[in-house]
């Protein structure tokens, strides 16, 4: 899976503007390095997908026991929620790509 996911964000670069006949905009070398970078840092062994958004960044769903963590992956920021059935839904937005940031990130994927 490993591999495969990091080829398949790479083939993100192939996708083109209007990929969705809607005026999606194509993940730049930015997003998909971004992406790249933080996938070096966290907890790979529940993503459950991946995909390019119409506006041009990269989401990772990590999904295990009834939690869901979505992961929204930009040029300057990455965002993502915690969701489950048993607590309200957390919100963390305009993260940094600093270590503290991941950090926090990395702990919440394994706490799912």
């Known amino acids: 899976m490993k591999i495969k996911l990091i080829e398949d964000i790479i083939s993100f670069l192939e996708i083109e503007d209007n990929w969705d006949g809607y005026g999606g905009v194509a993940p730049k070398i930015d997003v998909v390095s971004k992406t790249l970078f933080l996938l070096a840092y966290i907890d790979k062994d529940k993503i459950t997908d991946y995909f390019p958004n119409p506006h041009g960044t ?44 991941i950090e926090l990130l990395n702990k919440n994927i394994q706490k799912l």
Not at 61 to 82: H, P, Q, R, T, V
Request: aromatic letters at 16%; zero cysteines; charged letters at 25%.
């Open 58 to 101: 990269i989401s990772i769903e990590f999904k295990a026991e009834g939690k869901i963590l979505s992961l929204e992956i930009g040029n300057d920021f990455f965002a993502y929620y915690i969701n489950s059935a048993t607590t309200e839904t957390i919100f963390l937005n305009n993260q940094e790509y600093s270590a503290k940031d």
